[in-house]
């Protein structure tokens, strides 16, 4: 249950190159294509795995991406001693079902794990309470209410500027390597006639190929 939705990649993949690089131009659905132009928050995507941190009333659980994904011994000991303690402070804030979606990151967790540094831990990305995602500022509060690392804002801009931005490389917040990209979301959260949230993202790697000589 309330398993994370999937994020496109701002462009379509070429199936010619069984759809390992971008078909530059190509919006990968027609809101990415009508919202191109307006204004995008970026934040830094982190190179980890998706957790989810589950409160249903009564008590905390946690789950990866999906409901069948195996979370590392030790991400599960760091979660269970982030949020465990903190029953009390989730009863008194929440009166209903809320999921917690975050990045589990760090040594041993993806190749370039430990440029994040020794430890393994979570940074939250979103919050949906019962059927609403909250705002990014009411994130905010939820992360300093428990005392969480939230992914950090890098730019704004439209979708034209997230393209520029991550051809060009980002550095990390977390210190001196490259970020793995950018998730953008529109200043004002949309949801698509199928009502599924407008949202999209782009790594870094998709332009490895341009560098190499």
Not at 88 to 106: M, N, S
Request: with cysteine; hydrophobic share 40%; proline share 5%.
């Amino acid at each position: 249950m309330n398993e994370y939705h999937k994020i496109p990649t701002v462009w379509k993949r070429d199936p010619a190159t069984n759809y390992k690089t971008l078909i530059e131009g190509e919006w990968a659905t027609p809101e990415l294509a009508y919202l191109a132009h307006n204004e995008w928050v970026f934040t830094e995507k982190i190179d980890g795995t998706n957790i989810r941190v589950m409160w249903d009333g009564q008590a905390i659980t946690f789950g990866g991406k999906t409901d069948r994904a195996q979370l590392p011994a030790k991400l599960v000991k760091r979660l269970n001693e982030m949020f465990l303690p903190q029953t009390a402070t989730f009863a008194d804030k929440f009166d209903c079902p809320v999921c917690l979606y975050g990045e589990g990151y760090g040594a041993g967790i993806q190749k370039g794990g430990g440029d994040y540094g020794a430890t393994q831990e979570f940074a939250l990305f979103d919050v949906k309470v019962a059927d609403w995602w909250l705002q990014r500022e009411d994130i905010d509060d939820v992360a300093e209410a428990l005392s969480l690392y939230v992914v950090p804002i890098v730019g704004a801009g439209t979708l034209h500027d997230l393209v520029a931005k991550v051809r060009d490389g980002i550095p990390s917040l977390w210190g001196p390597f490259s970020a793995e990209g950018i998730v953008a979301r529109p200043a004002v959260e949309l949801f698509a006639r199928d009502g599924k949230r407008i949202i999209t993202k782009l790594k870094c790697s998709d332009f490895a190929q341009e560098a190499t000589p």
